[in-house]
């Protein structure tokens, strides 16, 4: 059972930049899908960028050109640069990895932006 640990989650005022982390306790390369995914108080979980074992990457519309996910499979960590942060980014941002046929999350770290 894989375990991911977040970590890069802070305050940061609007328009500043953080880069968020989740290191995985075992190889990352037979992920099918890993994402970030962000949950605001009283919101529901909402995907924010994932990237496929292919390469693929897609972002949701609300953090298209200022967010990047990357991962490094030497160090078995997926990375999140945010940029250009805005208060409404302001959430718990949790990392997932989806195998398939089973997924698990990080306990995630919390992302405080202000205006």
């Known amino acids: 059972q894989v375990q991911l640990v977040e ?5 940061v005022q609007a328009g500043g930049s953080l880069r968020l982390s989740c290191a995985a306790s075992e190889t ?9 995914y962000r949950q605001a108080p009283g919101k529901l979980r ?7 074992s292919g ?12 967010f990047t996910i990357s991962r490094d499979y030497a160090k078995n960590t997926m990375y999140l640069q945010m940029n250009s942060l805005k208060p409404e980014d302001t959430a718990v941002y949790y990392c997932n990895a989806d195998y398939g046929r089973y997924e698990y999350w990080g306990q995630g770290t919390q992302v405080t932006v202000s205006s």
């Open 28 to 36: 990352i390369l037979s992920i099918n899908v890993m994402g970030w």
């Open 46 to 52: 909402e995907a924010v960028a994932l990237i496929t």
């Open 7 to 11: 970590s890069g989650g802070g305050l």
């Open 55 to 66: 390469g693929s990457k897609n972002y949701a519309d609300s953090v298209k050109g200022r």
